[in-house]
């Protein structure tokens, strides 16, 4: 029988979503022998900075556009901590998703693009590298995790310490981007209309999984990786009609509707704590895989894909034991740091392996700007020698942030802190700070063995120049791409 997702959203918003998943883990409730922390992970995709009604710094409502409406992400910023200074692995999905859950940088998991050519090449295995799920089940085998949504090709999520995945069986097709938008990506069989992105469908797992994860006393992960908002857009239309008001374009109203329905489903899973009695036990993290891909950015140059504030900034709020209600932290923080902040939190007796980059978040979940963050990389990475866009390698120290163009060597530095819009280059003006950060940077992705951008445009060349073949009607697509593979080679700009 065909489910009936606008009758499912309903249920949603009033919260009669009743547990009908999962059952076989009710076997497994015996009392838990002490009380652990739950963790959620509410990961969205391609949200930009101010893609929500709450602004990420408190005193400037300018960064949150006024045509977004997300109450239930209010709701957790009042609640908990908003984060001024949080990034993104990197400006892209794939390479951010593997390094949130392994702890490192995207230098270091040797997978920095979407179809990244050389890990490609040279079998990067991914198997050597521990998840985050691991780390917290080897707190407590009594925790159940689960994942949610979209994968990622190079592991299946029940590889990784997640108990519960809708990983499909085919990894190769993996829980990618398409997964949203075709029920069968073989077959192009598309998602009915009343589950757009499946929003509905993927809140009411997330919902029925904590539910019965309270029933039986077990302490959970669920991370959630929608597949919104990630193109191509799709909401409810009568969503749609109330944004499309005045002047709007009916994208920026679709947009806007499916920013709503991701907000809906996030305010199911706070109304299913609360329902279970758990919300003071639960930290919950809602955050973005990169950058904004639609409109901009307020105040930030750039979105998805560039490596400017844009791209790498995402909105972040946390809520939880211990975290103070309607604070605002301006700690830098970047995603590979959740694997340590869950390892401290769910208790795990273990030292974190020295491979991590990433430090625990405790301290400024508890203290805020007065809170630190140790990590074996005192700075922060973000490497990316891509083929198809600017190519530019970053480095942050404290409140500066050193660029190098890949291409042509050139240079810049920003007080990031006070100039977000990185608009006034401090190479000239402070070129012993520039020199101490490029070498950091230079020293730190020699000793990782990151690609190298030439490399990696002798790779996707190679690859590209594989597949012509005399008689193919595909040549002229496949020179195309070699020509522009060539012209971004010969890119000169940051944008």
Not at 150 to 177: A, H, Q, V
Not at 298 to 312: D, I, R, Y
Not at 313 to 340: E, K
Request: proline letters at 5%; glycine letters at 8%.
């Amino acid at each position: 029988m065909k489910k009936n997702f606008k009758t499912l959203r309903s249920q949603i918003s009033l919260g009669f979503i009743f547990t009908s998943y999962l059952c076989s883990f009710a076997a497994m409730g015996e009392e838990a022998k002490e009380e652990r922390p739950n963790f959620i992970i509410f990961y969205t995709d391609d949200q930009g900075y101010g893609d929500t009604s709450v602004p990420m710094m408190k005193d400037r409502p300018e960064l949150a556009k006024k045509i977004y409406r997300t109450p239930h992400l209010e709701r957790m910023a009042k609640e908990g901590m908003r984060f001024s200074n949080a990034y993104s692995p990197a400006p892209t999905c794939t390479p951010s998703r593997i390094s949130l859950q392994f702890g490192k940088t995207t230098a270091k998991t040797k997978v920095m693009t979407v179809h990244d050519v050389m890990a490609k090449k040279n079998g990067v295995d991914l198997r050597n590298h521990k998840g985050m799920a691991e780390f917290v089940k080897e707190a407590d085998p009594n925790y159940v995790t689960a994942h949610f949504g979209k994968g990622m090709t190079t592991r299946r999520m029940d590889d990784i310490g997640y108990d519960i995945s809708d990983n499909i069986d085919d990894i190769k097709e993996g829980n990618g981007n398409f997964h949203g938008d075709w029920l069968s990506i073989k077959n192009r069989k598309p998602i009915p209309d009343d589950d757009p992105k499946r929003v509905f469908s993927l809140t009411k797992k997330s919902v029925d999984f904590i539910n019965t994860q309270a029933q039986v006393n077990k302490p959970f992960f669920l991370m959630v990786s929608h597949y919104a908002v990630h193109v191509k857009h799709a909401a409810l239309e009568e969503t749609i009609k109330k944004y499309q008001t005045g002047n709007i374009p009916r994208k920026d109203a679709m947009y806007a509707a499916l920013i709503e329905h991701l907000d809906d489903s996030l305010g199911a899973m706070l109304k299913a704590l609360d329902d279970n009695g758990i919300a003071d036990n639960t930290y919950v993290i809602f955050t973005s895989d990169n950058g904004g891909g639609h409109g901009g950015n307020p105040n930030l140059q750039g979105g998805k894909a560039k490596m400017m504030e844009g791209g790498l900034r995402v909105p972040t709020v946390v809520r939880g034991p211990g975290i103070p209600a309607n604070s605002q932290c301006d700690v830098p923080i970047v995603q590979y740091d959740f694997l340590a902040t869950l390892h401290e939190l769910s208790g795990n007796p273990n030292p974190l392996p020295e491979d991590i980059d990433g430090g625990s978040l405790v301290d400024v979940f508890k203290n805020g700007n007065a809170g630190k963050v140790e990590r074996n990389t005192p700075f922060l990475v973000f490497h990316y020698p891509y083929y198809a866009g600017v190519p530019i390698s970053v480095i942050r120290l404290g409140d500066y942030k050193f660029m190098r163009q890949l291409n042509t060597g050139e240079t810049r530095l920003h007080n990031v802190a006070t100039d977000m819009g990185e608009e006034k280059n401090l190479i000239d003006s402070m070129p012993e700070k520039a020199a101490e950060m490029d070498k950091l940077l230079e020293n730190y992705v020699k000793r990782v063995g990151a690609w190298d951008i030439e490399d990696v445009y002798a790779e996707r060349l190679g690859e590209l120049k594989k597949r012509l073949k005399s008689d193919s009607s595909e040549n002229a697509k496949v020179n195309a791409q070699i020509e522009r593979t060539k012209a971004n080679q010969a890119n000169k700009k940051w944008l």
